[in-house]
């Protein structure tokens, strides 16, 4: 059985980095599409904020964290990364990694299209 565990979250002032790292277990996560969401405080639904797409390992970003927020990925580790810099406010979420074998691209960016859920790490970016 797929599983996923993050890490790396944590209070941080604005301005400020933070690396959440998923480790997957259960089964060779490589050819996988693997990624990252939030969901806020009061929010119902979880956000997209950057993934690897299934074939190519292309990354994807959402428009609010590009040029701030990295994704990357250790394959030989099964083990996804997200390095956040010049943290903000608006930042402050409980994030989850992702993991889907077959999500096509123009879905990447739907929560309820990905198969396999982490637990979620807080992140808290205080102003």
């Known amino acids: 059985q797929a599983q996923l565990v993050e890490s790396g979250g944590g209070l941080v002032q604005a301005g400020g980095s933070l690396r959440l790292s998923c480790a997957a277990s259960?089964?060779?996560?490589?050819?996988?599409?693997m990624g990252w969401f939030r969901q806020a405080p009061g929010k119902e639904e979880r956000e997209f904020v950057a993934?690897?797409?299934?074939?190519?390992?292309?990354?994807h970003y959402a428009e609010s964290v590009k040029g701030r927020f990295t994704i990357s990925r250790d394959n030989a580790k099964n083990t996804l990364f997200l390095q956040m810099n010049n943290l903000k406010p608006e930042d402050t979420a409980n994030y989850y990694c992702?993991?889907?074998?077959?999500?096509?691209?123009?879905?990447?960016?739907?929560?309820?299209?990905?198969?396999?859920w982490g637990q979620g790490t807080q992140v808290t970016v205080s102003s």
């Open positions: 992702a993991a889907d074998r077959s999500i096509i691209l123009s879905a990447l960016r739907s929560a309820v299209q990905w198969d396999h």
């Open positions: 259960g089964r060779t996560f490589s050819n996988y599409a």
């Open positions: 993934a690897f797409s299934r074939s190519g390992g292309a990354t």
